[in-house]
Nanobody
Framework: VQLVESGGGLVQPGGSLRLSCGAS????????MGWYRQAPGRQREWVAS????????NYADSVKGRFTISRDDAKNTVSLQMNSLKPEDTAVYYC????????WGQGTQVTVSS
């Protein structure tokens, strides 16, 4: 499975971005999926996850109330809507399945700065 993240960019504090994740060579519908991020000099951290049916979502405390994870199994995509962005959200964002990860993709850079 090759994961491809997109949708990152430069945004001012308080702005919004929508990240998308697709896969080639595999399908998401059989797995719980998550978004993760890695800021410079820090370890990769979990941000949000969604279960197979899309009925249960969980979020890190740092993004709760601002980020929304969703999935579209027909399109084989997982998305992350990010609102009220803060400078501390600056990181490379990755998607992957929860638990044993697939090979990590390249990620998409999110930079929150004025």
């Amino acid at each position: 499975v090759q994961l491809v993240e997109s949708g990152g960019g430069l945004v001012q504090p308080g702005g919004s971005l929508r990240l998308s994740c697709g896969a080639s060579g595999g399908i998401f519908r059989n797995y719980d999926m998550g978004w993760y991020r890695q800021a410079p000099g820090r370890q990769r951290e979990w941000v949000a996850s969604i279960n197979i049916r899309g009925t249960i979502t969980n979020y890190a405390d740092s993004v709760k109330g601002r980020f929304t994870i969703s999935r579209d199994d027909a399109k084989n995509t997982v998305s992350l809507q990010m609102n009220s962005l803060k400078p501390e959200d600056t990181a490379v964002y990755y998607c992957n399945r929860v638990g044993v990860p697939f090979v990590w993709g390249q990620g998409t850079q999110v930079t929150v700065s004025s």
